[in-house]
């Protein structure tokens, strides 16, 4: 179970630094990296304002690693690429592997969730970059930042990374909708040996954002992710056109 501000001792903070891989010379930074604002006495010192700056700071080396690593990438690539490893869902990911619900301080009211929201987890993993980043400069966020992304760019520059988008909107449509996606084929372009084709996914009467795809394979690989992202207020990480 998550601590509470009772649990906020140094013993605590030391085993988070463990997990993180990084020492604060302010362990006073960690802290309030960790502070929810349910926890805290005042809204300024929660982590809200640290989660706004690890949010810049976490956009900024993406986009400097996508530049550098991917030469021959277009803008829209590159932009399709950032917007899925920062998204909410992989910062979430990431807190709930190292485990960091473990040290989050939360009020009483939220200490007897059984999980912790996954909107909560994404907040934190941005908030401990703005820690570390105000503790150690770019030389240590950089760094931290790249143990944990860099994996997952690589998995969405080689395609799909393994993931199967398909499969996970049929269970999220499934359990939120009682209903099975079907894919809609709205246009198609290119010759013969090279056509592009554009697909939507359909959730009972909801149609979702499409993509384009080199196949058809790929075009609903892609319309899943838009469908999952828009279900879940992200951006797009497909544009249709």
């Known amino acids: 179970m998550p601590r509470t501000t009772q649990h906020d001792d140094e013993e605590a903070l030391a085993e988070c630094e463990d997990v993180l891989g990084y020492r ?3 362990p006073t930074l960690l802290r309030e990296a960790l502070t929810h604002a349910s926890g805290a006495n005042h809204r300024l010192v929660s ?4 989660e706004f700056l690890g949010d ?8 400097d690693l996508l530049y550098r690593r991917f030469p021959d990438f277009l803008e829209g690539e590159m932009t399709r690429i950032k917007s899925i490893v920062v998204s909410r869902r992989t910062c979430a990911k990431i807190s709930e592997r190292l485990g960091i619900d473990d040290f989050l301080l939360i009020g009483k009211g939220m200490g007897s969730h059984v999980q912790t929201p996954s909107s909560m987890m994404a907040d934190v993993f941005e908030s401990l970059i703005g820690a570390i980043y105000l503790d150690g400069g770019m030389e240590a966020a950089r760094p931290f930042i790249l143990r944990h992304i860099g994996p997952e760019i690589d998995a969405v520059a080689d395609g799909q990374g393994g993931v199967n988008h398909k499969s996970h909107l049929q269970q ?3 359990r939120q909708f009682g209903e099975t996606p079907i894919y809609q084929l709205l246009d ?5 040996h090279s056509k592009c084709f ?8 909801a149609c979702y954002a499409p993509a384009w795809g080199r196949n058809k394979k790929d075009a609903e690989q892609n319309a899943a992710l838009n469908a999952l992202c828009q279900i879940a207020g992200e951006p797009l ?3 249709s056109d």
Request: glycine share 12%.
């Open 188 to 192: 198609e372009k290119g010759p013969d």
């Open 56 to 63: 810049a700071i976490l956009g900024a080396v993406v986009c």
């Open 198 to 205: 554009k697909i939507a996914a359909r959730i009972g009467g």
């Open 47 to 50: 982590n809200e304002r640290m």
């Open 24 to 26: 604060f010379q302010n």
């Open 237 to 239: 990480p497909y544009e």
């Open 172 to 174: 999220v449509a499934q």
